[in-house]
């Protein structure tokens, strides 16, 4: 009975200590709970973030222009074909068209007959003007029908000399030059071919022109950074059929408009080819530089929380924390610009996350 007893006393005892235990270390447990959380805080700064995007773009032909007939004609010789390097002026291919070297022909004689007989009737006006001198010599009438008949050929033989010239311009389009030096990219016609305004082959026309040794590269860029771009800046670029090569352009034109399908603002580079390594068609992808928002405050980018419903940091005042609600611009490194309710020097958390509530006490 005895060891009985001593069991039941110890057990007793040890029970009454961790009760005892347990009472006195509540207290400091429930303390702990309260306490203030601790969180890296970080300044806000108000600064444009520079920095660059990279947007996807195609090289274009400076120039392009796809040649038609002016009149209906035959094709005579062709001087040209794809991949011919042609300079402004020469010869691309000769039409002939029989009728209109007639009309050009008329249209000469009758300019020759107009300008003869007005000759003729102003050396008949001055005549009789010389001789009008003396007094009772020459009517005044017939005088005044002299001068009339002599405005009256002048006149016609004005608009013969326009005749004339619109016939020679008609003759002129059956020569076909180049309007600028370029690449002939595509051939369409062969000579005795008939061809002509109402005559084109499935709408394609006979010759394609293109600049080759300047290039535009075309690309669009999104809304939020339309304005941050500058005219003459330079830009990188690559192309996937050249990897590992880097080019480069200046930004030479904005359209200064938003296409209202993709919101975005079209910009032109200019990038000079001298070799023709580059080709219109090419696709790039472009690096280029951004200068930033003037009234941007800068964070960094582990202080941005985005939830489902909106992107916002945690601002801390008076030891408080704060939701604010932001928008984000440009981001370089580890930074990234926001626009919201802040101003310089407020302190943000760091590493925020969405378990942060608001109202929470923040050391």
């Known amino acids: 009975m005895q060891p009985y007893k001593l069991f039941s006393s110890l057990l007793f005892s040890g029970s009454i200590v961790f009760l005892g235990a347990c009472h006195s270390t509540s207290p400091q447990v429930k303390s702990n709970r309260h306490k203030a959380k601790q969180y890296q805080l970080a300044t806000v700064v108000k600064q444009p973030l520079a ?127 180049a309007p600028f030096d370029g690449v002939i990219t595509e051939r369409n016609i062969h000579p005795g071919a008939l061809v002509g305004p109402a005559t084109k082959s499935d709408d394609k026309p006979m010759l394609m022109l293109e600049q080759e040794d300047k290039l535009r590269l075309v690309l669009q860029v999104p809304e939020i950074l339309s304005a941050q771009l500058q005219e003459g800046a330079v830009v990188t670029f690559k192309v996937n059929a050249m990897p590992g090569q880097n080019f480069q352009g200046k930004i030479s034109r904005q359209a200064g408009t938003l296409n209202n399908k993709y919101r975005s603002e079209a910009v032109e580079i200019d990038v000079q080819n001298v070799n023709h390594r580059l ?35 945690v601002l801390v005042k008076d030891k408080k924390t704060k939701w604010i609600d932001i928008q984000e611009g440009n981001h370089h490194n580890d930074s990234t610009e926001i626009f919201g309710l802040l101003q310089p020097g407020d302190q943000v958390v760091e590493n925020a996350t969405d378990d942060i509530r608001e109202g929470e006490t923040i050391n």
């Open 51 to 177: 920095s660059s995007i990279q947007l996807p773009g195609a090289l274009e032909a400076f120039e392009k222009v796809s040649i038609y007939p002016r009149i209906s004609g035959f094709i005579k010789t062709v001087a040209v074909d794809r991949g011919s390097r042609v300079k402004k002026g020469q010869l691309l291919l000769q039409l002939e068209a029989p009728e209109v070297m007639q009309q050009y022909f008329a249209a000469q004689s009758r300019y020759h007959q107009a300008a003869a007989l007005f000759a003729a009737s102003k050396d008949n006006y001055e005549r009789m003007l010389a001789t009008s001198a003396t007094p009772g010599t020459i009517a005044a009438h017939d005088l005044e029908m002299s001068r009339a008949k002599m405005m009256a050929d002048s006149a016609l033989m004005n608009t013969e000399r326009s005749n004339l010239a619109a016939s020679a311009a008609m003759k002129d389009y059956l020569t076909v030059t």
């Open 279 to 313: 080709k219109p068609g090419m696709y790039t992808e472009v690096n280029i530089p951004v200068s930033g928002s003037s009234g941007a405050m800068v964070v960094p980018a582990t202080a941005v929380v985005a939830s489902t419903e909106k992107k916002y940091v």
